[in-house]
């Protein structure tokens, strides 16, 4: 089975610094795709960047970019200016095509980011 | 991306009770996902909900515990059965408007507490 680790129960960042929070997986497959999902205190699970696996060029959204490294199995994410905003519990997530018409999401177990002002 | 809701946000139930939840999309979407959150975990898949055809589950979950089903394409019901404090969890359902490509979009999630 898939599995996600993420090795950082928590991080801390002042405010307007920058932090990248890391994320390895464990796949024997070439197809797939990653993700990042924050989740803050509200519970509401949102979509931070998407990467696919065939792709390169690592994703960038705004502030948050992620470092994909497809041989090393890694996939970190960076979060530039960081803002109050951005504290929440983060989520790394691989998702595989599990057969037939159904497609699993795995996640990790999460990194609560906290940020100071 | 989808509008995603779900009723209720929240309850407290007592155990050998069944309560279900509801997930209502804007939009026609493909696939309905239902997720479990326990405690400070992270969340894990219950079953996937196709229209048209039977739940698929996952390891773990039962059809006579999460009983599930996919009216439309745009509704989805997860139903806890016998209740007990052990299901006290977040339980999240996510959508994906295509197939495989297509990234998952969550609801706000249903607060369940067990006595």
């Given at each position: 089975a898939q599995t996600v680790t993420q090795s950082q129960p928590e991080m801390s960042v002042q405010e307007a610094e920058t932090v990248t929070l890391s994320c390895t997986y464990d796949t024997s497959e070439s197809d797939y795709y990653l993700f990042w999902y924050k989740q803050p205190p509200s519970r509401q699970m949102i979509l931070v960047i998407r990467q696919e696996a065939y792709k390169q060029q690592n994703a960038t959204e705004n502030r948050f970019s992620v470092n994909f490294q497809k041989a090393a199995k890694s996939f970190s994410l960076k979060i530039s200016d960081s803002q109050l905003g951005d504290a929440a519990m983060y989520f790394c997530a691989y998702l595989e095509d599990s057969g037939g018409s159904n497609y699993k999401l795995t996640f990790g177990k999460g990194t609560l980011l906290t940020v100071n002002p | 991306s989808a509008v995603i809701s779900q009723k209720p946000s929240r309850d407290i139930c007592q155990r050998g009770t069944s309560l279900t939840i509801q997930c209502q999309v804007d939009s026609q979407v493909t696939m309905m996902f239902w997720y479990r959150q326990q405690p400070g975990q992270s969340l894990t898949l219950i079953a996937t909900a196709n229209q048209g055809s039977e739940a698929t589950y996952e390891s773990g979950f039962v059809i006579d515990k999460f009983p599930i089903s996919r009216p439309n394409l745009t509704f989805s019901t997860l139903t806890v059965s016998n209740m007990s404090p052990e299901d006290s969890s977040i339980y999240l359902c996510s959508v994906s408007t295509?197939?495989?490509?297509d990234t998952q979009y969550f609801g706000p999630g249903t607060r369940l507490t067990v006595l």
């Open positions: - | 295509s197939g495989f490509t």
